[in-house]
């Protein structure tokens, strides 16, 4: 049975911070941000966005009614959930109108959510036991403040600080056997594990970890990952297996490092290592380049971007993707090109509608934010940052948090 994503999109919010800003005025160091982290722009969520916001206005942008009747798996990944006990998935279920006759639950591993999500649902719709249905997939995910934590981050940017690879987005994507965009190969998938405490989230307002430890540690499991893949199917020509290559980017440049680590087995030369990364890779960054961390979504990020950029890809070429959670997992799977992944999309100018916020307003928006978490009893203030809602949301039909009362989250339409 061919199975696969039919349908996806993103939601990236509609606020928006220029990392050259934050840069300048924490006294940082533009070359390394345009040489090594790569990112020109990240998404900023006001507190009246949050996880479930993002996954269901993430969903809208790409149910149709038929859908909706369709749909008897709903799987929502993410390190960012609201509650540990209610997931995301229920409030998805109930503003997407989903039938009540669906499976709907949340997975966590960290980055590797959005994968282990699509996994689980082609396993649904390949076992056959409900033909003709589909499943719903998100990805989910935000930055804790950087505020949240005492300003330690902020105030760390010249030396090299996690704040320039903060931000986050919701992916949602049709999974059925129809697979208009990407077939996924379900049988050519090679997956690694080990126990580590690379980036962790041990409380609702703390983002924590060890930035080379991590790095370490993501291409310990790109290696196995590839390792077990080629235990699976045979040994390969890496490059001339795949027209592209997808990596997880929890900052674009993650992608070139992980490139030149899996093509530094085949050549040495360190003009092809680069030419081959522009070639095969740098096209699928795009959007990455302009939301910031897209977490568990980073695979679908890059993807979109990757269909939408690449002049040289076809229908019927296959694309490898490598997928890296904290923790960790790594999953490195491969995937055909489908007869409608050209299919028009508004991404790009949902990304240029965002409003571009001044660091000082960043900054307001950030410290709510963080004030917000963990709280019983909370009323949003829609004027921080001051004229943004009224001019980014209201009137626009997007999910938004209106209050929280004794800990029950209540959403309103803008």
């Known amino acids: ?17 220029e990392l050259s800003d934050l840069v300048r005025s924490r006294g940082g160091d533009l070359g390394y941000l345009k040489d090594r982290i790569m990112s020109e722009r990240r998404s900023v969520y006001p507190v009246y966005e949050d996880t479930v916001t993002l996954a269901v206005n ?10 909706i009747k369709d749909i008897e798996l709903l799987v929502v990944g993410t390190e960012s959930a609201v509650d540990m006990g209610k997931p995301v998935s229920t409030w998805v279920h109930r503003f997407c109108e989903l039938s009540p ?6 997975v966590k ?20 036991a409900r033909p003709g249905k589909k499943a719903l997939v998100i990805s989910a995910d935000l930055s804790r403040p950087a505020q949240a934590a005492g300003g330690h981050l902020a105030q760390a940017v010249a030396s090299h600080s996690p704040e320039l690879i903060l931000g986050g987005c919701a992916i949602a994507a049709i999974v059925s ?17 080990r126990d580590v405490a690379d980036t962790f989230r041990p409380t609702s307002t703390a983002e924590e970890g060890d930035q080379m430890e991590s790095l370490y540690s993501y291409l310990d499991a790109l290696d196995g990952a590839y390792d077990h893949y080629e235990a699976l199917v045979g040994s390969i020509d890496y490059d001339a297996a795949f027209k592209k290559h997808i990596y997880h980017v929890p900052f674009p440049g993650m992608a070139l490092q992980a490139h030149m680590a899996l093509m530094g087995r085949f050549i040495s030369d360190k003009a092809a290592l680069r030419a081959s990364f ?69 991404v790009d100018l ?65």
């Not at 039909?397 to 929280?404: A, D």
């Open 278 to 346: 522009d070639r095969k890779v740098a096209e699928g960054l795009g959007f990455a380049r302009q939301i910031g961390t897209s977490y568990g979504a980073s695979n679908f990020v890059c993807l979109l971007a990757m269909l939408q950029a690449a002049q040289d890809i076809d229908p019927g070429d296959r694309i490898s993707l490598f997928s890296y959670g904290s923790g960790c997992q790594g999953e490195f799977y491969s995937a055909t090109v489908g007869p409608r992944a050209r299919a028009a999309l508004d």
């Open 58 to 67: 993430a969903a809208r942008r790409v149910l149709s009614p038929e859908d």
């Open 109 to 128: 591993h960290a980055c590797y959510g959005g994968t282990a999500a699509l996994k689980t649902a082609a396993s649904f719709i390949a076992s056959g």
């Open 1 to 17: 049975m061919r199975v696969g994503i039919e349908k996806v999109n993103l939601y990236a919010g509609r606020l928006v911070l």
């Open 177 to 193: 056997a129809d697979p208009g965009v990407l077939e996924l190969d379900l049988d050519r998938a090679g997956y690694w594990t």
């Open 101 to 106: 006759n669906c499976r709907n639950f949340e």
């Open 350 to 414: 949902h990304l240029r509608e965002r409003a571009r916020l001044t660091v000082a307003e960043y900054d307001e928006s950030e410290r709510a934010r963080g004030e917000s978490i963990d709280r019983r009893d909370f009323q949003p203030d829609r004027g921080a940052p001051k004229g943004f809602y009224e001019q980014c949301y209201a009137g626009k039909k997007l999910l938004v948090l209106k209050q929280i009362s004794g800990y029950r989250r209540e959403y309103a339409w803008s």
